[in-house]
């Protein structure tokens, strides 16, 4: 049988064709360690799950794997028993934390790191791979249910009717997410079987999620976050649907970096809004207590994409709700003893100086060995000359011994080390996430000063109804516009107006409600008040309940994003019931 991946016998040549730009397929580098017999990675079982998707490599512990690590971006090399995956896009060489080291202390974590180095080639392909033509001229059509997931969500397996099993692949399901984010066990599922290779293909499920159907403007909705910078984020509301969000969007702080708040596949909770007829994403005015929009199904009859809490990455596990000063050394100390996960996201530091000369000295040394050896054979005869040569080349052996302890010490000190970054890591996601939900939290303090001091939002709202009117109208003004009597709030009014957390929001819409009351809004041009008319037509009739009330709107804000508009009804008697706080795009009365 032909082998089905390459022995590098060359370092510096593997690294220098990792780095060139071109490669159409990303690349796995498998590390094995001569004297570590029983966690060695299993590159026979990854060559053939991934098949022609990557290249794969098998790089033997010593001499070369220095060479390639020298050779690599610091932090990017492979060592011991344990393997990488290097992308084709060669984005790694700036970010080494794309190409995640996955590392084997045992038996069962180099089974663990086998499985994660196929999820991590899978997640780069983004175009599924021709297939072979099946042997049978016509596909059959067949029904079954998903009884399990395997490798990482790359593979389904699936119950036929007949009672034989089959399994879908990730990589052949356009597009290629997860297959336990668009499946659930015991889902039914239609496809046409290859008899060959009993795979499945359901491509005929794919669905085509449109955005006008899924969302409104103003809807809390979920993304993934694909990719993350200093500045920006690119969400993804769906495969094909990402938009990029600045800075401005995603803190009202200037100072703060956006991959402070967030990390690279994680899903998040965004508003959907419309600017222009553009649509927009925003982090600012985000509640996490609120209803959010549930993501589309990619397939027919399947699951939402998303979900909240579920992420690409690796995120901390706890439950538990940042800080906690004793769940975080807890966690760490778990971190160092668990030396043998396979998902250390951060990489261990390049091998030192003193360890690469120790490393260069045994080498010398074994050379030298090598040389006293055939000393020792070309002077048989010499008698006392030999016992000298063997008494030397003894001694060299214990020194080689020693230093081979000290070399070895030196890389278990190193992999300890990258076991306890992998636990700062798991805190430093826990504060991001804290971080996001203490900034929300103190943007609402800040707007909603008598949050929490009334029985019912109803007497809130004429609290600060008031108050308003008394900040807005001059004292020499109060008794010729003095505050009705009678006016009306409906019973949607109050949460659309305090749902807003952004600094002065309320206090605008507060001023605008005041001047609505009083009857200065007509008055005033800035408020452009108009008939809300059922549609955008000119001449379309306006919006009349059938009480005889009519629908107004007027604006509380101007050339802003997402500029709120206050829509209210005017009684055949003149009372004015207050309906709803809008953004721009909205016309729900």
Partial sequence: MEQAFLVVDSGRDLAHRLMAAGRTKPAAVISWHPGQRDNRIDVDYIAREVGDLAEVFLLENGPESYAFGDCLPAGAEVFGNA?????????????????????????????????????????????APAKAAPVQTEPRRVQGTVKAFASAGSRAIIELGDGSCCTIQREHVVPPVRLDWMLDIGQSVEGDLNEEDKTLDINGLKTSPRLAALYRPGDLVLALAEQVCANSAKLTLYPGSSWSVEQARISSNPLDAVDSLMTEGEVV?????????????????????????????????????????????????????????????????????????STITLLAPKPSAALMATQLQLEAERRKVAALQELVAAASQAGAELVSLQRAQDDLRLEHQAEQQIAEGTRVAMEASAARLAGVQAELLDLKAYKRRTQAALKRSLVTGSDGLFATDDERLRHDVYLAWVRNVTASDKTRHALPLEWKAG??????????????????????????????????????????????????????RADGARCFRAAVEQKVAAARRLHYWKLPNGTVELSRVVVHDDFKP
């Fill in 491 to 544: 019973p949607e009014f109050a949460s659309s107006l305090y749902r807003f957390t952004e600094p002065g929001v309320v206090a605008k819409a507060l001023k605008a409600t005041v001047e609505v009351l009083i009857g200065a809004a007509d008055r005033n041009p800035a408020r452009e008040v108009h008939a809300l008319r059922a549609a955008s037509g000119g001449d379309t009739a306006q919006l009349v």
């Fill in 269 to 341: 909770v965004a508003r959907f809004l419309h600017e222009n007829g553009a649509v927009v994403l925003s982090l600012l005015d985000v509640d996490e207590d609120a209803d959010v929009a549930p993501a589309p199904a990619l397939l027919t009859g399947g699951t939402p994409w998303l979900r909240a809490g579920r992420h690409l990455t690796e995120q901390p596990a706890s439950g538990r709700t940042f800080p906690a000063a004793d769940a975080r050394a807890a966690g760490t100390r778990a971190a160092a003893a668990d030396q043998d996960s």
């Fill in 83 to 127: 393997a990488r995956v290097y992308a084709e896009d060669l984005r790694w060489m700036k970010d080494v934390h794309r190409s995640r080291l996955r590392m084997a202390r045992d038996r069962n974590a180099a089974d663990r790191a086998a499985e994660d180095i196929i999820d991590d080639v899978l997640s780069l392909v983004t175009v």
